[in-house]
Nanobody
Framework: QVQLVESGGGLVQPGGSLRLSCAAS????????MAWYRQAPGKQRELVAS???????NYGDSVKGRFTISGDTAKNTVYLQMNSLKPEDTAVYYC?????????????WGQGTQVTVSS
């Protein structure tokens, strides 16, 4: 079994910053990719950013230049530094990991953390 635990969400004013963390634990052999998705009320879940085990990153168009994803492979942890936050960044942010265990290779999701950008 694999668990993803997110932290770091909260309320921030427009233009402010937040840092999200996601730690994966359990029967992990390796992790191919970790990513952050978000879902705002009434909208579909969308990719925010992803990072591979080799360090390659990918960002959604709406966050390029403002958000930075990074990872600590030794700790199976991924971070999302969010700067210049806008009200439209308000959403539940979910951590995702493509995990290889000794019996399977599948995606796992965290429980989500709320990010609210408001004055």
């Amino acid at each position: 079994q694999v668990q993803l635990v997110e932290s770091g969400g909260g309320l921030v004013q427009p233009g402010g910053s937040l840092r999200l963390s996601c730690a994966a634990s359990g029967s992990i052999f390796s992790i191919n990719t970790m990513a952050w998705y978000r879902q705002a009320p009434g909208k579909q879940r969308e990719l925010v950013a992803s990072i591979t085990s080799g360090g390659s990153t990918n960002y959604g168009d709406s966050v390029k230049g403002r958000f930075t994803i990074s990872g600590d492979t030794a700790k199976n942890t991924v971070y999302l530094q969010m700067n210049s936050l806008k009200p439209e960044d308000t959403a539940v942010y979910y951590c995702n990991a493509d995990v290889i265990t000794y019996v399977s290779n599948r995606d796992y999701w965290g429980q989500g953390t709320q990010v609210t950008v408001s004055s």
